[in-house]
């Protein structure tokens, strides 16, 4: 799929700091990106088409972890991000879109979650915000640990 790709030569141990700078940065330039077109919509490539347009990030880091997919570096934690994560193409865009998915979900949740909730009150009115509502959690908590707690001990029997 990518053997016509190699026009900065093939990925080697002689050229190692030309392309661990070139993949990093076209990494970095992926995420960059995605950050810019979810949390602030400022399209940096805009200049392109749109179809191209929303794959440019998918493809600066598929274009990147190509690069930084050297057999043996030396360098003990790029070896093992190449052997785990970076082994062939399939597994370097999983990789993408996982990170990526961290990077757009993980900040509303933890709004949700924490930064909009409700933690003071004791019904079901004050809960005002947008967020989750842990009062339920807190009032119920004690019923919660009571049928944990019957639940082990039909199964774990100490004697």
């Known amino acids: 799929m990518i053997k016509n790709l190699y026009f900065l030569g093939k990925p080697s141990k002689e050229k190692f700091g030309l392309f661990i700078s070139v993949g990093f940065l076209l990494i970095t330039l992926g995420i960059i990106d995605l950050v810019l077109n979810t949390y602030f919509e400022i399209n940096i490539t805009s200049f392109l088409p749109r179809i191209l347009n929303y794959f440019t990030p998918i493809i600066f880091g598929f274009l990147g ?5 050297i057999e043996y570096t030396g360098i003990n934690k790029l070896d093992n991000l190449n052997k785990n994560i970076n082994s062939n193409w399939f ?6 879109l996982i990170i990526f998915a961290l990077i757009i979900y993980i900040p509303p949740l933890l709004n949700w979650m924490f930064f909009d909730a409700n933690f003071i009150g004791s019904t079901k009115e004050e809960c005002t915000n947008d967020g989750a509502c842990w009062i339920f959690i807190k009032i119920w908590f004690p019923f919660f640990l009571k049928s944990i707690s019957t639940f082990l001990g039909l199964f774990c029997h100490i004697e």
Do not use: G, V
Not at 65 to 69: A, K
Not at 91 to 96: A, D, E, H, P
């Open 91 to 96: 597994n370097s865009i999983l990789t993408l």
């Open 65 to 69: 972890f190509h690069y930084i997919r």
